[in-house]
């Protein structure tokens, strides 16, 4: 019982190291995205911030607080790149109509669990 007690304990403290150094590659301004979003009422659905491969760069897409409001993608700098869906029509802005399609290697940044 012992063994397996600090097995469980050497596993959850190594997921959280894992969990802080991967968010020390995070940019700045995201950082701060996510502390601002801890700072506020959860939101529903759980506000979630995920990193993907997009047109030859890292980008961040965040989902919005409700329906009929856009996601949005941000550049590693937090410029609003596009809206690739959610609005009335489901479709976003249409300046990135191929994100869905094209976006690679998902990333889960962070996620409100509150």
């Given at each position: 019982?012992?063994?397996?007690?600090?097995?469980?304990?050497?596993?959850?403290?190594n997921?959280?190291?894992?969990?802080?150094?991967?968010?020390?590659?995070?940019?700045?301004?995201?950082?701060?995205?996510?502390?601002?979003?801890?700072?506020?009422?959860?939101?529903?659905?759980?506000?979630?911030?995920?990193?993907?491969?997009?047109?030859?760069?890292?980008?961040?897409?965040?989902?919005a607080?409700?329906?009929d409001?856009?996601?949005t993608?941000?550049?590693?700098?937090?410029?609003?790149?596009c809206?690739?869906?959610?609005g009335?029509?489901?479709?976003?802005?249409?300046?990135?109509?191929?994100?869905?399609?094209v976006?690679?290697?998902?990333?889960?940044?962070?996620?409100?669990?509150?």
């Amino acid at each position: 019982m012992r063994i397996v007690l600090i097995l469980v304990m050497t596993a959850f403290l190594n997921s959280n190291a894992c969990e802080k150094k991967a968010l020390s590659d995070v940019p700045s301004c995201i950082q701060q995205m996510i502390k601002d979003y801890e700072n506020k009422p959860k939101q529903n659905p759980p506000a979630a911030i995920y990193q993907y491969d997009y047109n030859g760069g890292k980008v961040y897409y965040v989902n919005a607080p409700c329906c009929d409001q856009f996601n949005t993608v941000f550049d590693a700098n937090c410029n609003v790149l596009c809206h690739p869906d959610g609005g009335l029509t489901g479709k976003g802005d249409g300046r990135c109509a191929d994100f869905n399609n094209v976006k690679a290697n998902e990333l889960l940044i962070w996620k409100d669990i509150r």
